[in-house]
C-alpha cells in the first residue's frame, strides 16, 4: 500500500458550519485520510469522533494520522449507509454533528490497481471495499444491454450510452472486458470522435457510472443521510459535501423534505398532516471552493456544500 494522500476539501468552510464544541460527539462518515475528523478535534479537543470508512486502506491512514487523539477516536469498517446498526452496537444514540465528504479520494484514482481511473491501464476493479462485492469487470460481464446503458445513461448521465452499452456487449463476447485501457479503447469507438470534447475525457461519465453502480453509491447516500439525520440531536448539525449533480439532487431533496415537514398536497388550504419540520437549512445555496483552494486542490471545482441544524 503505498502512502495514502488526499486533501480534505473545503476544510474552512466545514469547520464553520458544523461548529464542533468539546465533549460532544460527531460522525465522519466517510473518513479518507481523515483530514476533516483532525480538523474537528482539533477544533473541539475534548469531542468524541467516530469515523467510518469502507476503505480498509483509508482506515489505516486514517488510525496513524489520528493516534494522536488517542481514545476520542473510534474507526469502523462500514459502509455509512448501516450507521445506525453499526452505532446501536456500540452504544451510541446520537450524534451532535456528522460530515460526509462524497465520491471518489484522491488516492483511489492514483493507486493504479484499484482501477478507478480511464488515465492508468489495472484490473477494472472500483471497488470502494475490496475484501468484498462484484467487480467493474464482474459487472460488465453479467448486465443485460438494456441494464447498462441505463446505468451509463442515468449515473453518467452519458447521451451515447445505448452505443457504448451496445460496443461493450459486442467486445465482451469476443473477449471478457478486464482492464480500464480496454474499456476505455470500447468507448472511444463508441462515442463519435467528432462530439469529443477537449475539457472532458470521453470515458469519463462511463467510469462514474460504472463506480456509482459497483458500490451502490446513490443508494447508499439516501440509507445514509436519513439514518445521519435522525440520529441528530436537537441543534447538531449536518454537512454534506458532493462532487456531482446526481449526489447533489439527493442531497437538496432530502435536506429540503426534513425542512419543510408538512406532506400534506398543496393544494390544501391547510396542514392535516402534523409533520413539523426536523431541520433548518444553514446553506440556502451550495457552497463552493474558493479559487486559491481551487489552485491548490483541483479536486474542489466540483465540490459543493450544504448543511442542515436539527431543530
Known amino acids: 500500500m503505498g502512502a495514502f494522500h488526499h486533501l480534505s476539501v473545503l476544510p474552512e468552510e466545514v469547520i464553520r458550519?458544523?461548529?464542533?464544541?468539546?465533549g460532544k460527539t460527531y460522525l465522519d462518515g466517510t473518513l479518507g485520510g481523515g483530514g476533516h475528523s483532525a480538523l474537528i478535534l482539533e477544533k473541539a479537543p475534548a469531542a468524541f469522533l467516530i469515523g467510518m470508512d469502507r476503505d480498509q486502506e483509508a482506515l489505516a491512514a486514517a488510525g496513524k494520522r489520528l493516534s494522536r487523539f488517542g481514545q476520542q477516536v473510534s474507526l469502523i469498517h462500514s459502509d455509512?449507509?448501516?450507521?445506525?446498526?453499526?452505532?446501536?452496537?456500540?452504544?451510541?444514540?446520537?450524534?451532535?454533528?456528522?460530515?460526509?465528504?462524497?465520491?471518489?479520494?484522491?488516492?483511489?484514482?492514483?493507486?493504479?490497481?484499484?482501477?478507478?481511473s480511464f488515465q492508468q491501464d489495472a484490473p477494472l476493479d472500483m471497488r470502494m471495499d475490496i475484501s468484498r462485492g462484484e467487480t467493474a469487470a464482474?459487472?460488465?460481464?453479467?448486465?443485460?444491454?438494456?441494464?447498462?446503458?441505463?446505468?451509463?445513461?442515468?449515473?453518467?448521465?452519458?447521451?451515447?450510452?445505448?452505443?457504448?452499452?451496445?460496443?461493450?456487449?459486442k467486445e465482451r463476447d469476443l473477449e471478457p472486458i478486464t482492464t480500464t485501457f480496454r474499456l476505455v479503447d470500447?468507448?472511444?469507438?463508441?462515442?463519435?470522435?467528432?462530439?469529443?470534447?477537449?475539457?472532458?475525457?470521453?470515458?469519463?461519465?462511463t467510469f462514474q457510472a460504472l463506480r456509482i453502480a459497483v458500490n451502490s453509491e446513490l443508494?447508499?447516500?439516501?440509507?445514509?443521510?436519513?439514518a445521519a439525520l435522525d440520529l441528530l440531536k436537537p441543534g447538531g448539525r449536518g454537512v454534506i459535501i458532493s462532487f456531482h449533480s446526481l449526489?447533489?439532487?439527493?442531497?437538496?431533496?432530502?435536506?429540503?423534505?426534513?425542512?419543510?415537514?408538512c406532506t400534506c398536497p398543496r393544494q390544501?388550504?391547510?396542514?392535516?398532516?402534523?409533520?413539523?419540520?426536523?431541520?433548518?437549512?444553514?446553506?440556502?445555496?451550495p457552497v463552493t471552493a474558493t479559487t486559491d483552494e481551487i489552485n491548490q486542490n483541483p479536486r474542489a471545482r466540483s465540490a459543493k456544500l450544504r448543511a442542515v441544524e436539527k431543530v
Open 17 to 22: 458550519l458544523l461548529a464542533p464544541e468539546s
Open 80 to 116: 455509512f449507509a448501516g450507521m445506525a446498526a453499526e452505532l446501536e452496537q456500540r452504544g451510541i444514540t446520537g450524534l451532535d454533528g456528522f460530515i460526509l465528504d462524497l465520491g471518489v479520494s484522491s488516492h483511489q484514482l492514483d493507486t493504479k490497481e484499484r482501477g478507478f
Open 138 to 169: 464482474d459487472l460488465l460481464s453479467e448486465v443485460p444491454e438494456q441494464e447498462l446503458e441505463k446505468i451509463i445513461s442515468e449515473y453518467g448521465e452519458e447521451r451515447w450510452a445505448r452505443r457504448i452499452a451496445a460496443f461493450i456487449v
Open 186 to 205: 470500447i468507448i472511444k469507438g463508441a462515442v463519435p470522435k467528432a462530439t469529443w470534447d477537449e475539457r472532458i475525457h470521453p470515458a469519463t461519465r
Open 219 to 226: 443508494e447508499s447516500l439516501e440509507r445514509g443521510m436519513r
Open 247 to 261: 449526489e447533489d439532487r439527493i442531497v437538496k431533496h432530502i435536506f429540503r423534505e426534513y425542512a419543510e415537514g
Open 268 to 285: 390544501l388550504p391547510l396542514c392535516v398532516c402534523g409533520t413539523l419540520p426536523r431541520v433548518k437549512l444553514l446553506t440556502g445555496r
